[in-house]
T-cell receptor
Framework: QKEVEQNSGPLSVPEGAIASLNCTYS??????FFWYRQYSGKSPELIMFIYSNGDKEDGRFTAQLNKASQYVSLLIRDSQPSDSATYLC?????????????FGQGTILTVHP | EAQVTQNPRYLITVTGKKLTVTCSQNMNHEYMSWYRQDPGLGLRQIYY???????DKGDVPEGYKVSRKEKRNFPLILESPSPNQTSLYFC???????????????FGPGTRLTVL
């Protein structure tokens, strides 16, 4: 079974700091990588997706992908208490079943004032 | 309002009593999927559907059935529920694309199922 690994945390950062969330995956053929945010008691919502090596920036969020190392990360700059949530990394299947998605177990982020 | 709806939102049942959790989306999405979420395990995909009459297994399909007879609906069926199926279930939908899969999934509100 293909695996997606995240450090479950909790990761605690002070307000205004950079939060760094990491994800590794086992399927070398995977092409698409997603970061979802899930507030407690709520449904996941997409923050970013990335499919090319390198960085992709959207506001305070930057996704970084390194396919050679099978590593994807999410950086949150100027962290705010409202960023406190669980962050889920998701990776699609690299074969013909590209609709099959594997999620990591999630990293709990706490941003304290 | 564009949304994914699930019913029921909460359900307590007993072992072996067949149940169906409905999922419906009004965004004309081709792709729909079911997940279960358990503490420490994240989201695990049960089944997904790329379009009407096309369904495929995810990582944890045992004990579940699905059907996709209409584009908007994707019910999850538990023929004989067992306590290890106690979980939080999410339905999701998205558009599809050829080539690189970069589709945002929209999640329903979740169904909390307890099997006694």
């Amino acid at each position: 079974q293909k695996e997606v690994e995240q450090n479950s945390g909790p990761l605690s950062v002070p307000e205004g700091a950079i939060a760094s969330l990491n994800c590794t995956y086992s399927d070398r053929g995977s092409q698409s990588f997603f970061w979802y945010r899930q507030y407690s008691g709520k449904s996941p919502e997409l923050i970013m997706f990335i499919y090319s090596n390198g960085d992709k920036e959207d506001g305070r969020f930057t996704a970084q992908l390194n396919k050679a190392s099978q590593y994807v990360s999410l950086l949150i700059r100027d962290s705010q208490p409202s960023d406190s949530a669980t962050y889920l990394c998701a990776v699609n299947d690299g074969g013909t079943s590209y609709g099959k998605l594997t999620f990591g177990q999630g990293t709990i982020l706490t941003v304290h004032p | 309002e564009a949304q994914v709806t699930q019913n029921p939102r909460y359900l307590i049942t007993v072992t072996g009593k067949k149940l169906t959790v409905t999922c419906s989306q009004n965004m004309n999405h081709e792709y729909m999927s079911w997940y279960r979420q358990d503490p420490g395990l994240g989201l695990r995909q049960i089944y997904y559907s790329m379009n009407v009459e096309v369904t495929d297994k995810g990582d944890v399909p045992e004990g579940y059935k699905v059907s996709r007879k209409e584009k908007r609906n994707f019910p999850l069926i538990l023929e004989s529920p067992s306590p290890n199926q106690t979980s939080l279930y999410f339905c999701a939908s998205s558009t599809t694309s050829t080539g690189t899969w970069n589709n945002e999934q929209f999640f329903g509100p979740g169904t909390r199922l307890t099997v006694l």
